[in-house]
Each structure stands twice: as C-alpha cells, then as structure tokens.
C-alpha cells in the first residue's frame, strides 16, 4: 500500500510522519527486488483467480500526482498496479486532509499537542468523516484560516487515469468524498458508491471492480452494500475484523521486506 512517492526522505515532512510518503530512493529499491526475486506484480482483480506467494499487489490511494513517475517506471519494467483515486479529489484538485497538510507543513511553530492531533488524533478523526465544505467552515471557525493551501498540482486529472488505465494501471473504487463510509447513511453510501462505480466505468475500466474503504473503515452493514458494487474489499495495515477485508502491508521508508 502506497500513497505519494515523493523525491526525497525528509523526516519533518508529513506524508513521512503519518507513514504515507514513501522516496524516490526507496520506491526503485522494492521494485529491483521484486525483479531479484522473479516475483510477479499483478492487479487487484487477479486475486479472484487466487495468487501464488510469487505475486505481489501494488496499490496506490488517493491518486496523487506524484504517482505519475511511480507508473511510468512500472510501466517501463512490464510491471502492474492498481490505483484507487478518489472522485472530489480529481475533479476538485482539492482535498481537505491534505489542505490541513499543507498549512501544517507552511506554519512555523505549531504547537505540539495540535500538530499531534491533526496527525493521528482527535482532529484527524474528525476530518476522516466531514465534507470538504464543512472542514472549510471549522477551518476557519477553529484556526482563523480562509483560504486553501496551494494544492494545485497534488492530484492526477482525469485524463492521467485514463492513459495509465489504457496502459494497464488497474482502477477501483475508494469512494467521492473519501469519508468513511461507516460514517454515512444508507443512502449517502449508496449515492458514493454509485457515482463512483460510474465515474471509474467512465475514466475506461473494464474489469470488475474492487473497492478500497476510505481510512480502512467498514462494518457489516458497509461490506454487505459495497457488495453490490464489487467483490474484493481492501482494508488497511491492521488485523481486520470481517475475514472478507483483505488486509494491506504499508510500505515505509523503513521497510525491509
Ligand atoms: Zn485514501
């Protein structure tokens, strides 16, 4: 499981302190090792035909801009990978995690216990199940903040999905808004769902499609309607509690296999 793969380690950037950036350096040295070891990349929906412990999954979240180069390298060593972008981000080139990323990393002198709780904490939470318009308001109700940070060139548009679509970069679904889908209702997770499906359809997938919970979040309810949409399910890196949720590795800098 990756999210941005970007130039260089930097220990005081976010994405390496929330464990969801990964460098240049290290990305091109898990691949070298998978060609070492003759070990097989494939996409997401080959895992309904089953796998051998020769095959490796590689995912991306979010559809971040930088991924680009991370495609065009897989691309070039004949290997596969399986994005889950997600619908707002794309289309609004906006996302309201990273915004609050963004200004964390441009203001000098946060205090601890706030930079802590936009990390991992209770404000982190809360921005898992709000809409970009609501986190708008509490932004600028809670830090006095009005305008977005630059996010100009964080994620890739749609017609970069389509190319690495057609280039054989699988497509699945993580949802519009990317909020929990164990935070919505019935028929909010219908509408995400649904728009979502549709949107991939539209960007060129042809397979059937899995689905990636946003923040990993599902229940019984969740799985028993993501179902009508696709039949592999994507949890994150911890013990899942439906047997049906695949389980992902988080690939850190530190990681070593
Ligand atoms: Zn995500």
């Known amino acids: 499981m990756f999210h941005r793969v970007l130039k260089n380690y930097d220990e005081k950037n976010y994405y390496y302190q929330r464990q969801t950036g990964i ?47 991370a495609f065009d390298e897989l691309i070039n060593r004949g290997m596969i990978a399986t994005v889950y972008p997600v619908k707002d981000f794309v289309l609004d080139g906006f996302s309201p995690i990273d915004d609050m990323a963004l200004h964390l990393m441009s203001t000098p002198n946060v205090p601890k216990d706030l930079s802590l709780s936009l990390l991992g904490g209770r404000l982190k939470r809360i921005l898992r199940g709000i809409t970009a318009s609501r ?20 994620f890739m548009q749609e017609h970069h999905l389509k190319l690495y679509n057609s280039q054989g970069i699988e497509l699945g679904i993580h949802g519009c808004s990317h909020r929990a889908f164990t935070q919505l209702s019935p028929s909010e997770l219908n509408k995400e769902l649904t728009e979502n499906y549709n949107w991939i359809r539209g960007l060129g997938c042809r397979e059937s499609m899995s689905i990636c ?9 969740v799985i028993e309607q993501s179902q009508l949409f696709g039949l592999i399910h994507l ?17 850190t800098e530190d990681y070593c296999g």
């Open 213 to 221: 919970f946003p923040h990993g979040k599902n229940n019984k309810k």
């Open 135 to 154: 986190y708008r308001y509490l932004r600028q109700r809670l830090f006095g903040i009005d305008v977005d940070a630059d996010s100009t060139h964080l």
């Open 23 to 69: 460098s240049w350096k290290k990305f091109i040295e898990l691949l070298d090792t998978i060609e070492k070891k003759g070990w097989k990349t494939k996409p997401i929906s080959a895992l309904a035909k089953g796998y051998t412990h020769n095959d490796v999954f590689i995912t991306f979240d979010d559809g971040y801009r930088d991924n680009i180069c």
């Open 235 to 251: 949890g994150v890196d911890c013990e899942t509690f439906y047997p049906s949720v695949l389980r992902r590795i988080h690939i």
